[in-house]
């Protein structure tokens, strides 16, 4: 079945420590993104990528780099992380260019950065 | 990108139907409508999505209404599971990625 996972499902780390969310698409799609969740503030997309070594950046992408490996795998990597960056983050999945294509989102990963 | 305006919330009964309205009136006419719901701690469920015509699939029709200001998600038979923020949102296909969600309405679903 077609899916998008990711790992780890919770993660808690220190103020100033390096975490990297992973997320894997079996769906074929050609973009990827990852997005963050704050209360009052919904989805928020951080960066994106059309496909393999593709890299474009979104409306909150402070503090965050990503990289695009292969089609499947995509990484959200947070270097020096700040309490602020305390969430809940969501990968997903298209395969076209917006419109008339469904996105298909992980099930989250939750982190707090202590 | 249209903006769009939603109940905060509705209520409703195992069993029945349920009719979600989005007003979008500044929606223009390459920008598709999706629907989208989700429940708490978990991702986003894509529901349905149409840019002129009604449509309908297992999960729920969409009544677009024929100036496309305004469209309604309805849910036959309406059970526990169906309870979830349910989000409107227009999209083309210049915003790759960029699904923004706002508040939505809250269906609450009791037995």
């Known amino acids: 079945e077609a899916a998008v996972t990711q790992s780890p499902r919770n993660k808690v780390t220190v103020t100033g420590g390096n975490v990297t969310l992973s997320c894997r698409q079996t769906n074929s799609h050609n973009y990827m993104y990852w997005y963050r969740q704050d209360t009052g503030h919904g989805l928020r997309l951080i960066h994106y990528s059309y496909g393999a070594g593709n890299l474009q950046i979104g409306d909150v992408p402070d503090g965050y780099k990503a990289t695009r490996t292969t089609q499947e795998d995509f990484f959200l990597l947070l270097e020096l992380a700040s309490p602020s960056q305390t969430s809940l983050y969501f990968c997903a999945s298209s395969d076209a260019r917006g419109a008339n294509s469904d996105y298909t989102f992980g099930s989250g990963t939750r982190l707090l950065v202590i | 990108d249209a903006k769009t305006t939603q109940p905060d919330s509705m209520e409703s009964t195992e069993g029945e139907t349920v009719h979600l309205p989005c007003s979008h009136a500044?929606?223009?006419?390459?920008?598709?409508i999706y629907w989208y719901r989700q429940v708490p701690l978990q991702g986003p469920e894509y529901v349905t999505h149409?840019?002129?015509q009604n449509t309908t699939n297992s999960m729920a029709f969409l009544a677009i209404a024929s100036d496309r200001k305004s469209s309604t998600l309805i849910l036959p038979h309406v059970s526990l599971r169906d309870a979830a923020v349910y989000h409107c949102?227009?999209?083309?296909?210049?915003?790759?990625?960029?699904?923004?969600f706002g508040h939505g309405t809250i269906l609450r679903v009791h037995p």
């Open positions: 149409g840019l002129q």
């Open positions: 500044t929606i223009s006419g390459n920008e598709y």
């Open positions: 949102i227009p999209l083309t296909g210049a915003n790759t990625g960029k699904l923004t």
